[in-house]
C-alpha cells in the first residue's frame, strides 16, 4: 500500500514538473508574424510607453504611437523606424477624438493590440487637500479616458481575437494613503479590466492588466511630487493646514527622498511586461511588477488590515507648521 501510495506521489510530482516546466517553455515563446502585427499604445511621449514603443519597434510591429504633445511624438520619431507611426491623442473624455484616419488606417492594416498605458498622477496630499477637480482631472485620464479608448478599439481587436492591455498599478491593491485620487483611479480601472476580461470570455479578446511597483520615471519624480505636496498644503485653509501641518507633511516630504532611492531604474522591465503581454504564447492575466510588488506589497496582501494600516498608516496629527515649509 505505502508503495503505491509512494509511485503515485511521484508520478503526481512529475507531471507536476513537466506540465510547469511546459507552461515555462510556452511562455518564453512568441507569437509567429509578430512583424504582421499593429498595436496601439497611449502616452508613447515619455516612461513605459515610449520604451514599449521602440522594444515593439525593433521586433518589426507595427506601432501606432499615441503621443500627448507634437514634441513628444517627433521625439519618438526620430528615435524609430519608418514603420512607426505616431498619432496625437489626449485620451481625457472632454478633449478625446478617435483621430477617424487612426481608424481607418486600422480597419486596413488590422489590430492586433492596445495598450491603455496613458496615467497621470496631479496630486501627492491627504484628501482633504486634494480638490475635486483633481480627483476629476484623474479619474477622466486614467479610468474614463482608458475606458474611450477601449469602447473604440474593441470591434477591431474582436476582428483579430487581439489582446488589451491596461497598465494599473501595485498600489491600487492596498490603499496607498496621499495619493488617494489615483490609488481608486487605478482601482476602478483593475475591477473594470477584470469585469471586461469576463464579458469577453467566449470572443478571443483577451484582456491583461500591468501592475507595477515604483519605477523611476516622470510620474514619480521627486521634485515633481514634492512641489504637489507644498502647492496643495499653501493652498488648504488654515485650519486644514493645522491639522495635517507639521508631522504629517514633514512625513511625505521625507518618503518622497526615501521613494527617490526605492523607485526602480530599470522601467523597461515594465515594457517587456507589457511586450509578454501582447505577443507571448502564454501570456499571463496579470502582471506585478517590479522589486516592491513581488515583495513589499504582496507581503502586505497576507497581512491582517490593522497591521497594514499601522505601517503605511500616518504619524498623529500635530498642528505645526511643516519644517520644509518653514524656510520659504
Ligand atoms: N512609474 C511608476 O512607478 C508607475 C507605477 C505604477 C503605474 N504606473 C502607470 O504607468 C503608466 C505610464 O506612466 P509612466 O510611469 O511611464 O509615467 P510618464 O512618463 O508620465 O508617462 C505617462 C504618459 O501619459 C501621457 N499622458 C498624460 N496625460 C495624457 C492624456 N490625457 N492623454 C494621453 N496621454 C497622456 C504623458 O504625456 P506627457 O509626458 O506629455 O505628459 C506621458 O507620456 C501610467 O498609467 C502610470 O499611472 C507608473
Request: hydrophobic share 40%.
Amino acid at each position: 500500500m505505502f508503495l503505491v501510495a509512494a509511485v503515485f506521489a511521484t508520478f503526481v510530482a512529475l507531471l507536476t514538473l513537466v506540465l510547469l516546466f511546459m507552461y515555462w517553455y510556452m511562455s518564453l515563446q512568441e507569437l509567429k508574424g509578430v512583424n504582421r502585427k499593429s498595436v496601439f499604445i497611449t502616452g508613447c511621449d515619455t516612461g513605459f510607453g515610449n520604451l514599449l514603443a521602440k522594444s515593439l519597434d525593433r521586433k518589426g510591429v507595427r506601432v501606432f504611437a499615441g503621443c500627448l504633445t507634437e514634441e513628444g511624438a517627433a521625439k519618438l520619431r526620430s528615435e524609430t523606424s519608418s514603420r512607426l507611426l505616431t498619432v496625437i491623442v489626449n485620451i481625457s473624455p472632454s478633449r478625446h477624438h478617435t483621430t477617424g484616419s487612426l481608424t481607418i488606417h486600422l480597419l486596413w492594416t488590422g489590430l492586433w493590440g492596445v495598450v491603455n498605458n496613458a496615467g497621470v498622477m496631479p496630486t501627492f496630499a491627504p484628501v482633504e487637500w486634494t480638490t475635486m477637480e483633481e480627483f476629476e482631472q484623474v479619474f477622466n485620464v486614467n479610468f474614463f479616458g482608458t475606458i474611450a479608448v477601449t469602447k473604440a478599439f474593441l470591434p477591431l481587436l474582436r476582428q483579430s481575437s487581439g489582446r488589451l492591455v491596461n497598465v494599473c498599478s501595485v498600489t491600487s491593491n492596498c490603499g496607498y494613503p496621499g495619493i488617494s485620487s489615483y490609488v481608486t483611479s487605478k482601482s476602478a480601472l483593475k475591477m473594470f479590466s477584470v469585469c471586461l476580461r469576463r464579458e469577453l470570455l467566449h470572443s478571443g479578446v483577451t484582456v491583461h492588466t500591468i501592475e507595477p511597483g515604483g519605477f523611476q520615471t516622470n510620474i514619480t519624480d521627486h521634485h515633481r511630487m514634492a512641489g504637489m505636496v507644498k502647492k496643495a498644503y499653501k493652498r488648504s485653509s488654515p485650519e486644514l493646514q493645522a491639522v495635517y501641518g507639521g508631522h504629517v507633511c514633514d512625513y511625505l516630504l521625507s518618503g518622497i527622498k526615501t521613494a527617490r532611492d526605492y523607485c526602480s531604474s530599470k522601467p523597461q522591465y515594465v515594457a517587456d511586461a507589457m511586450t509578454h503581454a501582447l505577443l507571448s504564447r502564454m501570456p499571463k492575466l496579470r502582471y506585478l511588477v517590479g522589486p516592491d510588488a513581488h515583495v513589499f506589497f504582496r507581503l502586505l496582501g497576507y497581512l491582517p488590515d490593522r497591521v497594514v494600516d499601522y505601517i503605511l498608516g500616518w504619524p498623529a496629527l500635530h498642528g505645526t507648521i511643516c519644517s520644509e515649509l518653514e524656510q520659504e
